[in-house]
């Protein structure tokens, strides 16, 4: 029989001594800011958080001063410097006696229409740059990144004399159509909204691509069901910001839309305070906060979205 010998152990001297157990990263923070000094500290972290409060401030304070001008007695800002001097619903009320809430509707169809129109039109024609190979296709990327340096409003007097033009011939796309605005906008929004989805599909791998065609998936179908929810992000960023842009314009609105009963909330409320004696920036102050209700409200909709929209388009995997 044989016979089996005791494993050998390491001498003590051989043997590595255990590791000391490895602290959280908050109690080594806490360790290092306790034993820094202030003036390292500031150097460090403390600048920034001077920074941001001192951004915050700069930022929040006219918010914090329109607000305040809402709920004055006063139609003037001249009473409101002492904020929240006086605080009453007189302004806030009184909207409901104007073409306020026409006007946010009229706003809220041609900001959802180009939002919509923006990232169908864009998406498709980012996925064709994307994915095809054809003649023109670097020539149509320069002309889509030479024709976005131009703002759209250097051509709002030939957008005015065409759509007098078309009006004769087709009287919805003419002068006074929320229809043309849409159309307007559509047309200045597709080709900084191509470049930037464009990169962001090109992260998306071929591959998924190549096994999709294998399993007997179209071109359609790989857009639909696949390229889309995988580019979900940079379509809500592209979105959010088409609302955001069409929400606010004023001068192609107020040159296209001759009727009171079409004006978008920009131009209502610029018609408020356009005459210096009758302004009456106590409705205009609140139609301004209840305006920005619908922005910020798809925009924390869409927070979770929006850093990794804008951010994954920029590095090419």
């Known amino acids: 029989m044989g016979t089996t010998s005791a494993p050998m152990s390491r001498p003590p001297s051989l043997t590595r001594p255990a590791a000391p157990p490895r602290r959280p990263a908050a109690a080594r923070r806490f360790s290092f800011t306790r034993h820094s000094t202030p003036a390292r500290w500031f150097s460090e972290i403390g600048w920034r958080h001077l920074v941001g409060v001192l951004a915050v401030l700069y930022a929040g304070f006219p918010l914090v001063y329109v607000v305040s001008a809402s709920l004055a007695d006063g139609g003037t800002l001249t009473g409101s410097n002492d904020l929240f001097a006086s605080v009453s619903g007189a302004n806030y009320v009184a909207l409901g006696g104007t073409r306020f809430w026409t006007w946010m509707g009229n706003t809220l169809v041609v900001a959802v229409a180009t939002g919509v129109g923006t990232v169908l039109m864009g998406a498709a024609a980012a996925y064709a740059f994307s994915r095809f190979r054809f003649s023109g296709r670097r020539v149509g990327l320069t002309a889509l990144l030479v024709i976005q340096m131009f703002p759209q409003m250097l051509a709002f007097v030939a957008i005015f004399l065409l759509l007098i033009s078309l009006g004769n011939v087709v009287p919805v796309l003419g002068l006074d159509s929320k229809l043309s605005l849409i159309c307007v906008y559509l047309g200045g ?61 004023f001068i192609i609105a107020r040159v296209l839309l001759q009727s009171e009963e079409s004006w978008t909330l920009a131009v209502g409320l610029y018609g408020w305070v356009s005459s210096l004696q009758d302004a009456n920036w106590g409705l205009f102050t609140a139609g301004a906060v209840v305006s920005a209700v619908p922005v910020l409200a798809l925009f924390l909709f869409l927070q979770k979205y929006i850093v990794g929209g804008l951010t994954a388009g920029s590095v090419k995997g």
């Open 189 to 249: 929004a597709l080709g900084v909204n191509t470049f930037l989805m464009y990169g962001f599909f090109n992260t998306v791998p071929r591959e998924i691509d190549e096994a999709a065609k294998i399993d007997g998936a179209s071109h359609a179908q790989i857009y639909w069901t696949i390229v889309l929810r995988l580019t979900a992000p940079i379509l809500a960023v592209v979105g959010l910001l088409s609302f955001i842009s069409t929400f606010g314009e």
